[in-house]
């Protein structure tokens, strides 16, 4: 299998403060991997500098490679905004736009240059199918995205970053803020999405990463301790302090 | 027992300072609705339909305020169109792109003392800068109350801007969007309670602005088109208000403009809350 992200000797810098100390990895393609550790440790902080989201704060230095289907990302050639089209993101608490369900969707491919109506139509059917969500929503797709519940906006945000046909999808806590039943709805999303995309996802829940995920990454304190096969990490982990975290003995 | 007479202290206190600001309350309202009826049976007895659609004539003795009338309406269009983009540009500027915080810090105090600053001051400044050059026109009248009112449509942009979630910026990023795409289509959506209660509250501080026009628009009572209006000296309603009752003692026209002015403040007040109402109701929902 193909690695489409490949990290290595990477540091992350908020000022003067470093939060990511030489990270190493490699995110195989059309596969599930989950981000855990105990929070504070880094895992929102790397999965943002993937797509670049880092850029927007200020102060944030960094050192090393992050390459994208074998291209260091942080080269100053790179259009950020094309590499936020290939590498999308779904963020912890929903953020669906104040406008129509439609709108939302349609936001990502009408910012890439697609106007003709039937077209956009298209698209926006199609991923609000992926999303699970066109069956409860087709007859409204005018009403405003707020008025949705919580778990419906969430799929909507990830139907919405699906619209741009992204490679990569990054989801950071995707389900935290959700009931069981939401999130066990994304979860089965989740994994029907792998078969078309690579998906990198932060949770805190530990068997929601033995449930969905194909590989796991194991931050502690700003360090990368342990990666590979989730069935690995969470029957033999190779590390005294994964082994420590995944029992439950601290964090 | 030594709660019951405590309780009944707290309860005789509580009545008496209930009853203090029923009395306060009651005579600020009971003010406001003196000033304004006062105003009103003096004034709307002198408001006639040919007050208000001819010009001031030596030869027939008449008093006319449509010149004045259009004046106003000028200046208010001809203000409004060049603070907008100003007000509204620098406050996305300061929001959206200014990285220096100190700067931004400095120039929202400045704008903030500007505000405070007495009219009068306004029109002196004004009259150097713009009337020197251009003579007393409405123009320049027009660009001096620019000056005045830049702060207001900044600080009322610039708040609003700041309520728009740092959310929905992320997610339009997140997208691919550009700045200006992000700023055009999800922040700028969201900041347009803050423009129209800016542009409100100019229009109220417009109409009742004297000082700095006296100085800079002048007193004249031409009947002119917009763009000859623009260019010649004018009275605004509220000018005219002070030259008839002051210069010329006619206190009937001065009242019959008064109540004018005092109909379309209270129009305008309730203006500004609708569209605060209307939006605050949208952002909760
Ligand atoms: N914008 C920021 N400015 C400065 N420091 C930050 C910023 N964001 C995060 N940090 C710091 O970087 C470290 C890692 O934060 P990060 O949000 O990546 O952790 P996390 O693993 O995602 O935690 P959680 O599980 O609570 O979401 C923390 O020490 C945090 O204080
Ligand atoms: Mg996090």
């Known amino acids: 299998m193909n690695n489409i992200v490949t990290v290595k000797d990477m540091n992350l810098w908020y000022g003067d403060h470093q939060a990511l100390h030489d990270i190493k990895i490699e995110i195989p393609e059309k596969s599930i991997t989950a981000f855990i550790g105990p929070s504070g440790c880094g895992k929102s902080t790397f999965l943002k500098s993937l797509n670049r989201m880092n850029d927007l704060i200020p102060d944030v230095k960094i050192t090393g490679d992050i390459c994208y289907e074998g291209k260091d990302i942080y080269q100053k050639d790179v259009d950020v905004n094309s590499l936020r089209k290939e590498i999308g993101m779904v963020f912890q608490k929903p953020n669906p736009f104040p406008m129509s369900i439609y709108d939302n969707v349609a936001y990502g491919p009408r910012t890439h240059g697609i106007t003709n109506k039937a077209q956009l139509d298209e698209i926006v059917e199609q991923a609000l199918r992926d999303a699970a969500l066109w069956d409860e929503v087709k007859d409204r797709l005018k009403k405003n995205a707020l008025s949705m519940s919580g778990g419906q906006q969430q799929r909507l945000c990830i139907a919405r970053a699906l619209a741009v046909q992204p490679k990569i999808l990054l989801m950071d806590e995707p389900t935290s803020a959700l009931d069981p039943i939401s999130t066990s709805r994304i979860e089965e999303l989740v994994m029907q999405l792998k078969e078309k995309y690579t998906i990198v996802m932060v949770t805190h829940n530990m068997q929601q990463a033995v449930r969905v995920s194909d590989y796991t990454a194991f931050f502690l304190l700003g360090e990368l301790v342990e990666f590979g096969k989730t069935d690995d990490i969470f029957s033999v982990p190779k590390d005294k302090r994964t082994e420590d975290y995944i029992t439950g003995r601290f964090g | ?285």
């Open chain 2, 1 to 285: 027992m030594l709660n019951e007479s405590l309780s009944k202290k707290r309860k005789t206190y509580e009545l008496v300072m209930k009853g203090l600001m029923y009395v306060a309350v009651f005579s600020t309202a009971a003010l406001a609705l003196f000033l304004l009826i006062y105003v009103l049976v003096k004034g709307i007895p002198n408001i006639s339909w040919e007050l208000l659609t001819t010009s001031p004539s030596y030869i027939s003795q008449k008093i006319g305020i449509l010149p004045d009338i259009l004046n106003t309406i000028y200046i208010v269009i001809a203000t409004l169109v060049i603070v907008l983009p100003l007000g509204v540009g620098a406050a996305i500027y300061l929001t959206e792109y200014a990285t220096n915080k100190k700067i931004v810090a400095i120039i929202e105090y400045a704008a903030e003392t500007l505000s405070g600053i007495p009219s009068i001051i306004y029109g002196l400044v004004g009259m150097l800068l713009f009337s020197n050059n251009m003579g007393t026109c409405l123009m320049a009248g027009a660009l001096t109350l620019v000056i005045m009112n830049l702060p207001t449509i900044m600080r009322t942009t610039q708040e609003s801007l700041k309520t728009v979630p740092q959310s929905y910026r992320e997610g339009a990023f997140g997208l691919g969007a550009g700045k200006w795409r992000v700023i055009r289509t999800v922040v700028l959506p969201g900041c347009v309670d803050g423009v129209i209660t800016g542009c409100i509250l100019s229009v109220g501080r417009i109409l009742g602005e004297s000082a700095a026009l006296l100085f800079t628009a002048g007193f004249a009572h031409a009947l002119n088109g917009f763009v000859q209006g623009l260019s010649s000296p004018g009275a605004t309603l509220t000018v005219a208000l002070y030259v008839y009752a002051k210069e010329q003692g006619e206190f009937g026209v001065a009242f019959a403009i008064a109540s004018i002015l005092m109909v379309l403040t209270v129009v305008i007040n309730f203006a500004a809350n609708l569209v605060q109402k209307h939006f605050a109701k949208r952002r909760s929902s």
